[in-house]
């Protein structure tokens, strides 16, 4: 069974650009959620998504968004970068019936100059 | 949220059990227990959860105390590959689907050969 991929694993942009990262969720898994993490605030949860809704959110600024497809896909876009958004940006997928286990990709590091 | 509180860091010498702490004294009654650990350059790896009752799989333990306000995890023979943080994490149940995770800072686990 293949994991979770997220698409770039490495990228850099600068301040004002935007970005749109991808995750493609372990087939048959309905729930997608992301989490940014930094040395300073570790683990924190921007979104979850489920059967292309939203159906959680975190504290975070609506420059960070995001969407889920028929396909259970997912994309995150954050608009007007800061420095402050590098970060590794972790996905991870569960079937979303329980609060059983999430299975996370290996992240796809910004950074932002 | 209900928050955890772990220490920062432990030491344990191969091939030993290892009994990492973790106090979530504000737990609510349909918050699961939920342990992941990350290893460097890592995402997040599922270890195992609960709710009210011990817990067994291949990879560890759960102790989960009566008055649900402390948990531990045991990891029966520690290996070199343990060496992670591991973080215990509450887990709710909101709106018909699982809340997203608030990861603390964990504990840093060392392995001494």
């Known amino acids: 069974k293949a994991g979770v991929t997220q698409t770039p694993r490495y990228l850099i942009k600068t301040r004002g650009q935007q970005v749109t990262l991808s995750c493609s969720p372990i087939?048959?898994?309905?729930?997608v959620s992301w989490y940014q993490q930094t040395p300073g605030q570790g683990l924190q949860f921007l979104f979850e998504y489920f059967s292309e809704t939203q159906r959680n959110k975190g504290n975070f600024p609506g420059r960070f968004s995001g969407r889920q497809f028929s396909n259970s896909r997912s994309e995150m876009n954050v608009s007007t970068l800061e420095l402050g958004d590098s970060a590794l940006y972790l996905c991870?997928?569960?079937?979303?019936?329980?609060?059983?286990?999430?299975?996370f990709g290996e992240g796809s590091r910004l950074t932002v100059l | 949220d209900a928050k955890t509180t772990q220490p920062n860091s432990m030491e344990s010498n191969e091939e030993e059990p290892v009994h990492l702490p973790c106090n979530h004294s504000?737990?609510?009654?349909?918050?699961?227990i939920h342990w992941y650990r990350q290893l460097p350059s890592q995402g997040p790896e599922y270890v195992i959860h609960g709710l009210t009752s011990n817990v067994n799989n291949r990879m560890a333990s759960l102790a989960i105390a009566e008055d649900r306000k402390s948990s531990t995890l045991i990891l029966h023979r520690a290996t070199l590959r343990d060496a992670a943080v591991y973080y215990c994490i509450l887990r709710g149940l909101r709106g018909g689907g699982a809340d997203g995770l608030t990861f603390g800072k964990g504990t840093h686990l060392i392995i001494q050969p």
């Open positions: 087939s048959g898994h309905r729930s």
């Open positions: 504000t737990i609510s009654g349909t918050d699961y």
């Open positions: 991870a997928s569960s079937s979303g019936t329980n609060p059983g286990e999430l299975f």
